[in-house]
């Protein structure tokens, strides 16, 4: 069945366009976008302007259950690596019933903060004792029966996981619950493929270099020939990662992938935070993408990527709400164009000039393309074949009431506009807007007040 809408302005093609009718086929995907329609009798008149969803490239759901817990201190010194033992607390605790309960709430306010489908980078797979389940899936089971039953897109990422660091060839006690092998990641793959849920695909991850063999990359890598899902790897986040890197292997992650020949468009870098200009261009020239996650990498103290280079480049490049510390993409892109100002004191870094002068709307349409690309489709947007996701904006919010259509989103993401997406759509089905809070507080009472 189609559903006919139509909507006094959406996003079509890199600009605002004035109105639109807009096609939805029995497969959930847009069958027509034509600018400059009345509205026919009919359609669904949509209450105000549309801008298509975005790819939460990159999440671990668990990590919610740990927001706001963290963000005090004991000792002397606090870094990624004190918050990460401190973070394995839930990670070894975290029950199936309660990482769906904690996935629905995260889900649900994901989809309040525009995004329409989540990249699921899962490594927390084994019962608490280290364990498999008797159902080896059951964690990703409780994954995707959470963006079922609140109508997100999912793209779970079972990780290779193997060993504490390069020259930890074993996982360490508080890691057992995350241990897997190239057979297991694939099965895990393939588990979720065979549910055949609607709007739920898988592709594969690698921990990270320091997390994974070297062969064992090798072999995921040529066990996915002529697989055209998406591959992610977490990157170059952190200084000390890239010297461990560089003292074993003799070279930095992103160049030793690049010297392996292992990329190509498949694979998406998650953070890439610290790189020299070769590794950059390495990156564009495979056609593989990145996953920025501005308001994690800027809660951990990772640092600053070289997101004018990224950008120049023409690398895809798409945000991640990572460990979820925030949860809408306006806030990301903020935090990725006011890290840029602050370290390099000057305004609108993100800008074409001449192009697309209009900051948000270049990060937005970069991220936009990209994350299709994170999530393994080839397109994205308000165009024909591209899955109907889509938000509507509030048009009279206080924030947006009377901006021009032209800093709309420049509005939207400087000015701090809090809820103004007032529905989510996915696969052209309006999602509901907002889970009930009682089972995460019961999740967050087991977990943290057993
Ligand atoms: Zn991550």
């Given at each position: 069945m189609n559903t006919l809408l139509w909507a006094p302005a959406a996003w079509v093609n890199g600009a605002w366009c004035e109105q639109v009718l807009l096609r939805v086929g029995a497969d959930g995907r847009w069958a027509e976008v034509t600018p400059g329609q009345p509205c026919p009798p009919g359609a669904e008149c949509l209450p105000g302007p549309v801008l298509p969803g975005l790819v939460n490239a990159h999440s671990h759901a668990f990590q919610r259950a740990f927001v706001g817990l963290a963000e005090s201190r004991d000792s002397e010194h606090d870094d990624f690596w004190s918050w990460r033992d401190r973070m394995y607390g839930v990670a070894l605790r975290i029950t199936p019933e309660q990482l769906h309960a904690v996935a629905c709430h995260l889900y649900s306010e994901l989809l309040q903060g525009g995004y329409t489908h989540t990249c699921e980078f899962h490594y927390l797979h084994h019962a608490e004792s280290g364990q498999p389940y008797a159902s080896e899936a059951t964690m990703c089971h409780a994954l995707a029966q959470a963006a079922q039953d609140v109508g997100m897109g999912l793209t779970l990422l079972p990780v290779?996981?193997?060993?504490?660091?390069?020259?930890?060839?074993?996982?360490?006690?508080?890691?057992?619950?995350?241990?897997?092998?190239?057979?297991?990641?694939?099965?895990?793959?393939?588990?979720?493929?065979?549910?055949?849920?609607?709007?739920?695909?898988?592709?594969?991850?690698v921990h990270s270099l320091r997390a994974a063999r070297p062969e064992s990359v090798h072999a995921l890598r040529a066990a996915l020939q002529g697989d055209t899902a998406p591959i992610h790897i977490h990157v170059a986040e952190q200084t000390a990662e890239v010297d461990d890197c560089i003292a074993a292997t003799g070279a930095r992650p992103i160049a030793w992938l690049a010297r392996e020949g292992l990329f190509d468009a498949r694979w998406q870098l998650v953070h890439a935070t610290h790189t020299v200009p070769a590794e950059i261009e390495a990156v564009a020239a495979s056609g593989a993408g990145v996953v920025i996650c501005?308001?994690?990498?800027?809660?951990?103290?990772?640092?600053?990527?070289?997101?004018?280079?990224?950008?120049a480049s023409n690398t895809?490049?798409?945000?991640?709400?990572?460990?979820?510390?925030?949860?809408?993409?306006p806030e990301e892109l903020r935090w990725l164009e006011y890290g840029q100002r602050l370290v390099r004191r000057r305004r609108n870094v993100a800008a074409w000039p001449g192009v697309q002068p209009a900051t948000a709307a270049r990060l937005f349409d970069r991220v936009l393309a990209g994350g299709a690309g994170a999530a393994g489709w080839p397109r994205a947007g308000l165009a024909t074949g591209a899955r109907a996701d889509f938000v509507l904006l509030d048009s009279t919010h206080p924030t947006l009431a009377g901006v021009p259509a032209a800093q709309r989103l420049d509005a939207l993401v400087f000015g701090a506009a809090e809820r103004a997406f007032t529905a989510t759509f996915v696969a052209g089905r309006r999602t509901p807007q907002r889970a009930t809070a009682g089972p995460m507080a019961a999740a967050m009472q087991a977990l943290w007040h057993p």
């Open positions: 290779l996981y193997e060993r504490a660091g390069f020259a930890k060839p074993t996982l360490r006690e508080d890691q057992r619950r995350f241990a897997t092998d190239v057979g297991r990641v694939l099965r895990l793959r393939d588990a979720v493929r065979g549910w055949r849920l609607p709007h739920v695909e898988a592709g594969v991850a501005p308001g994690t990498e800027a809660n951990l103290g990772d640092g600053l990527c070289d997101l004018p280079r990224w950008l895809p490049l798409s945000l991640g709400s990572d460990s979820h510390v925030t949860r809408s993409w």
